[in-house]
């Protein structure tokens, strides 16, 4: 918890304390606070992996939560604070006894409950998913950087010039690069717009389906773009993990343990990223069957079964993400890269927990050619993070 007072928001973690300390005064801040309960809005949330002991709070089996944390003191988080699970048994009970205040309790429950609908907690989709859900929030809370929201801008635009000549005629009504800005804006606003008309009819989709399709592709374009940003960030970790040192006391046994668990990351990092590959090729393929194909009914299939497909897109990129930014946090461009043994067992067995083991992670280790495209020294180096 003292960890999060010197980071803001992340994939994993709201930190609406940091936003609150930043903040407070603010305008815009104050006119359209997240939460209306004050205690609320000094929480920190964060998606959190259900350990096995902790499933029988649930009705039913879950794998990733939605928790909420009310420190006991907003300036030192490392005080510690009360806490709940979105969904626990019971938990409105206990969200009613932590608010403090039964004003506006139907507003907070509903925002808490669009949270845990969400895969992660990234700030362009948290943004967009509760602008569709009718929630006024300050932009504040958001904390995807004018960079970034660039950055995207230019990728989706890539990703979707050959859509244009499909349902806006290319450059009827404008130039080519205008259209294609527009559909961008559009696209990326998070409202609903009658000039998307001509996208829906080409989809032939009516009202929710439309709407929950659209927000759908829009996952899948930032978990694409998501990707394409994160994989130089992993192979900075593999190398990282190649040169770090071990100081202070070693232990035979725990060093094997180390390269034993190590060798597992590895495999699972790379899983994980051949998975989000092989479901971001699902999307490409049906996108090339509207634009290249014109088989508009390829896209529309896709796009009906879509919502399910971006909550498991959310969780594997987001398992991906954590690791290459909590690395980030604990080992700083430019500083030493130097761990205590057992502190580096800690940090690569959180990895492996959270990464998870699927079948075919046992069946068939993943192979450097599934992802864009290690070398063969970094693929190899978590296995030598010990060494």
Same mark, same amino acid.
């Given at each position: 918890?003292?960890?999060?007072?010197?980071?803001?928001?992340?994939?994993?973690?709201?930190?609406?304390?940091?936003?609150?300390?930043?903040?407070?005064?603010?305008?815009?801040?104050?006119?359209?606070?997240?939460?209306?309960?004050?205690?609320?809005?000094?929480?920190?949330?964060?998606?959190?992996?259900?350990?096995?002991?902790?499933?029988?709070?649930?009705?039913?089996?879950?794998?990733?939560?939605?928790?909420?944390?009310?420190?006991?003191?907003?300036?030192?988080?490392?005080?510690?604070?009360?806490?709940?699970?979105?969904?626990?048994?019971?938990?409105?009970?206990?969200?009613?006894?932590?608010?403090?205040?039964? *004003?506006?309790?139907?507003?907070?429950?509903?925002? @808490?409950?669009?949270?845990?609908? =969400?895969? $992660? +907690?990234? #700030?362009? &989709?948290?943004?967009?998913?509760?602008?569709?859900?009718?929630?006024?929030?300050?932009?504040?809370?958001?904390?995807?950087?004018?960079?970034?929201?660039?950055?995207?801008?230019?990728?989706?635009?890539?990703?979707?010039?050959?859509?244009?000549?499909?349902?806006?005629?290319?450059?009827?009504?404008?130039?080519?690069?205008?259209?294609?800005?527009?559909?961008?804006?559009?696209?990326?606003?998070?409202?609903?717009?009658?000039?998307?008309?001509?996208?829906?009819?080409?989809?032939?989709?009516?009202?929710?389906?439309?709407? *929950?399709?659209?927000?759908?592709?829009?996952?899948? @374009?930032?978990?694409?773009?998501? =990707?394409? $940003? +994160?994989? #130089?960030? &992993?192979?900075?970790?593999?190398?990282?993990?190649?040169?770090?040192?071990?100081?202070?006391?070693?232990?035979?046994?725990?060093?094997?343990?180390?390269?034993?668990?190590?060798?597992?990351?590895?495999?699972?990092?790379?899983?994980?990223?051949?998975?989000?590959?092989?479901?971001?090729?699902?999307?490409?393929?049906?996108?090339?069957?509207?634009?290249?194909?014109?088989?508009?009914?390829?896209?529309?299939?896709?796009?009906?079964?879509?919502?399910?497909?971006?909550?498991?897109?959310?969780?594997?990129?987001?398992?991906?993400?954590?690791?290459?930014?909590?690395?980030?946090?604990?080992?700083?461009?430019?500083?030493?890269?130097?761990?205590?043994?057992?502190?580096?067992?800690?940090?690569?067995?959180?990895?492996?927990?959270?990464?998870?083991?699927?079948?075919?992670?046992?069946?068939?280790?993943?192979?450097?050619?599934?992802?864009?495209?290690?070398?063969?020294?970094?693929?190899?180096?978590?296995?030598?993070?010990?060494?």
């Amino acid at each position: 918890m003292r960890g999060l007072e010197r980071t803001a928001s992340t994939s994993r973690v709201l930190n609406l304390a940091a936003v609150a300390s930043q903040n407070a005064g603010e305008p815009e801040y104050v006119s359209a606070p997240f939460f209306k309960a004050v205690s609320l809005n000094g929480a920190v949330i964060i998606k959190h992996r259900l350990r096995a002991d902790e499933q029988y709070i649930f009705e039913a089996a879950k794998r990733i939560s939605t928790k909420v944390i009310i420190p006991f003191e907003r300036t030192d988080l490392g005080l510690g604070g009360r806490s709940l699970f979105v969904g626990q048994r019971g938990w409105q009970d206990m969200l009613d006894e932590l608010r403090g205040s039964s *004003e506006d309790e139907a507003r907070d429950i509903a925002l @808490l409950e669009a949270l845990d609908e =969400l895969p $992660s +907690l990234d #700030p362009f &989709l948290l943004r967009e998913h509760l602008k569709r859900r009718g929630f006024k929030i300050a932009n504040c809370y958001f904390a995807i950087s004018h960079a970034d929201l660039d950055r995207m801008q230019r990728f989706v635009a890539g990703e979707i010039s050959k859509l244009v000549d499909l349902a806006y005629g290319g450059g009827k009504g404008g130039s080519p690069d205008a259209n294609i800005s527009r559909l961008v804006g559009l696209l990326l606003s998070g409202q609903d717009d009658t000039r998307l008309e001509p996208l829906r009819l080409t989809l032939g989709l009516e009202g929710e389906n439309f709407r *929950e399709g659209i927000f759908s592709w829009k996952g899948f @374009l930032y978990y694409k773009w998501v =990707l394409n $940003s +994160l994989w #130089p960030e &992993l192979r900075e970790v593999f190398a990282e993990l190649s040169e770090i040192k071990v100081v202070g006391p070693r232990d035979f046994e725990r060093m094997n343990q180390v390269k034993e668990v190590g060798a597992r990351v590895n495999q699972a990092i790379l899983g994980q990223v051949r998975k989000v590959r092989v479901t971001l090729q699902v999307y490409d393929d049906a996108f090339a069957e509207l634009t290249l194909a014109g088989n508009p009914m390829a896209f529309r299939d896709f796009l009906l079964k879509s919502p399910e497909m971006f909550i498991t897109l959310g969780e594997r990129t987001g398992m991906v993400s954590h690791i290459a930014s909590f690395w980030r946090y604990r080992f700083p461009k430019g500083r030493p890269l130097k761990v205590e043994l057992d502190e580096l067992f800690d940090i690569l067995q959180d990895f492996h927990q959270g990464l998870g083991e699927d079948d075919d992670h046992k069946a068939r280790p993943p192979q450097a050619a599934d992802v864009e495209p290690p070398d063969a020294a970094n693929a190899e180096a978590v296995s030598r993070a010990a060494g």
